[in-house]
């Protein structure tokens, strides 16, 4: 069986787009400044953004904040064709402890991400649904640790349930990836050495 191409699924869009010189509004979930960083300069040339930053996964509370306002401090410094806004959601850690339990020991990059993965998404769909947004999704899949193919999985589920268009993708493609390492180090933003939560750090 072949594998979905997420990335082609993103070019067709995009391509489309811009024969009919539309700027849909898009609703994008970002996980930190590092992974938002080579999304935001593909994306906000096709895009008019606004981030959401809604990880209640991640752990301590500074580390939270730390994060913050890096993803602020790269939206300013960034030149884009379109304006980025930025969301930014309070720190409740409970929400994510209170969906992870019971998987407390499950390996990382398995089924405790995958409801992380959900949980975090969700949050995008029902704002962006809210809003009035045309697009949501996730910084998620630039990450070479992630699950591309779950994550689509999720974003086309979500789209069903809130009706407002996930948007496919795995940043990674196309140099994504390395190029979000080299915008890191001209921003010289700070880069975690874990994902965020405390199962993460553990592993």
Do not use: W
Not at 45 to 62: H, M, Q
Not at 92 to 98: A, K, L, V
Not at 174 to 182: A, M, V
């Amino acid at each position: 069986m072949n594998q979905p191409n997420f990335q082609k699924e993103l070019d067709q869009i995009i391509e489309a787009l811009t024969r009919s010189g539309e700027v849909p509004s898009l609703l994008l979930h970002s996980c930190c400044a590092p992974c938002s960083s080579y999304t935001l300069e593909y994306l906000s040339n096709y895009f008019n953004i606004t981030v959401l930053y809604y990880n209640p996964n991640i752990s301590p509370a500074e580390e939270y904040e730390k994060r913050v306002k890096e993803q602020e401090r790269l939206i300013s410094e960034l030149t884009t064709q379109h304006p980025i806004q930025l969301i930014a959601e309070e720190y409740h850690p409970q929400e994510f402890y209170e969906r992870v339990k019971g998987l407390e020991k499950e390996p990382e990059g398995g089924s405790r991400c995958f409801v992380c993965y959900r949980l975090r998404m969700e949050k995008a769909a029902q704002y962006a649904q809210k809003m009035g947004y045309d697009y949501f999704t996730t910084t998620l899949t630039i990450s070479p640790l992630k699950n591309a193919e779950k994550i689509n999985e999720i974003g086309k589920e979500l789209s069903g349930i809130y009706q407002v268009k996930h948007l496919p993708s795995d940043f990674k493609k196309k140099g994504g990836y390395q190029r979000s390492i080299q915008l890191s180090k001209e921003h010289n933003l700070y880069r975690q050495n874990y994902c965020g939560c405390v199962f993460s750090k553990r592993d």
